[in-house]
């Protein structure tokens, strides 16, 4: 008797192995595909306990404001938090220079973070302009100094980028660097690269030639892909100790809420901004205060062991309208130290040269 397949022999094969991929494909995209946020106010997310603004594309962003009232300051400034924080990070600005200097603080949740609406897929360019509409929905002025720390340094040289003439002065403390921005000597970043981690290494390059995988990668439990994730402190300094372990003083008001919307939008979405490809480098960029009208500085310790120091006293080397600070036994926590703190507000906002 003669036998048929619904289809001749020679196709099956083919058409079992598509079948196995396709399965096999969407079992990996699932594993890869992160959990839809949590978001602030809707039935099952967290609560809404923070003013917030609402954004022309329906986005908010939530807001803490320290200092004078905002009719009062004499200086307006913008905080831009690192990876895994939020506007409750906590700079030792105390009460004295506030009056003094007559300052106006305004810490805001990066888009994802806290209490502010993921925002996906984002760039940095969209960094600057978040910064740009908060302070114009609150009304702060024409101008305003932007303080970045760490990783929110990336918003603060999109802010340098996108937005110079909204600028009263820009500090970028312990800056973000991104180990692919062009025009750097292909040895220096190799040289500061190599210094990491070896998972570290794989973590950054993950971030930005493979993006898609950060989710899976990050929340893999067979090792720790970024070492600050570890409890064993290595990447921290002696002088980072210090600020750590001082119980009088927190670096975040409430830790509780930094993710609490869910890793991706949250540190992964930020993680996956600032290892994009970013259209511009800072070597590229021009001093946005041709008449000294205001200053550009780059904080930098020199036993920080997140942020090699060999890049940005590079940078502030090609770019010398950058004030460059470098800490001799600073780590990456030094600004929450009173003294650091007040020198780099001081130097900030300090009266134009003229
Ligand atoms: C974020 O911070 C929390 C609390 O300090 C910590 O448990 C977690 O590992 C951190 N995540 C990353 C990716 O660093
Ligand atoms: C600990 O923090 C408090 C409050 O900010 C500060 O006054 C004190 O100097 C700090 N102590 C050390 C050892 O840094």
Known sequence: ?????????????????????????????????????????????????????????????????VGVPREEARH??????????????????????????KLYVLYYDRAGYGESDPHSPRSVKDEAYDIQELADRLGIGPKFYVIGVSMGGYPAWSCLKYIPHRLSGVALVVPFVHYWWPKFPRSLMQGAFM?????????????????????????????????????????????????????????????????QQGVY??????????????GFGPLELENPFQNHEGSVHIWQGYEDKIIPYEVNRYIADKLPWIRYHEVPDGGHLFMYERDFCVRLIRSLVAAPLS
């Not at 913008?78 to 004295?96: A, C, Q, T």
């Not at 002696?238 to 809420?257: E, Q």
């Not at 939008?265 to 970013?278: G, K, L, M």
Request: charged share 20%.
């Open 195 to 259: 210094k990491l981690p070896l998972l570290d290494q794989w973590t950054f390059r993950l971030g930005y030639h493979a993006p898609w995988l950060i989710y899976r990668w990050m929340t893999q439990k067979l090792f720790t892909p970024l070492s600050i994730m570890s409890g064993d402190m290595t990447m921290f300094s002696r002088k980072d100790l210090d600020v750590l372990n001082n119980k009088s003083f927190s670096t975040n008001l409430r830790r509780d809420k930094v993710t």
């Open 76 to 101: 307006k400034i913008v905080v831009v938090h690192g990876f895994n924080s939020s506007k409750d990070m906590n700079l030792p600005i105390d009460r004295e220079l506030i009056d003094e200097l």
């Open 265 to 278: 939008p949250s540190i992964h979405q930020d993680f996956i901004t600032a290892y994009s490809r970013w």
């Open 1 to 65: 008797m003669d036998f048929e397949f619904p289809f001749p022999a020679d196709m099956l094969v083919p058409a079992l192995v598509a079948v196995l991929v396709g399965v096999i494909g969407m079992l990996a995209y699932m594993s890869l595909k992160p959990p839809p946020a949590k978001i602030c106010g809707s039935v099952n997310g967290p609560p809404i306990e923070s003013p917030r603004v609402r954004l022309s594309d329906g986005r908010h962003l939530a807001y803490r404001e």
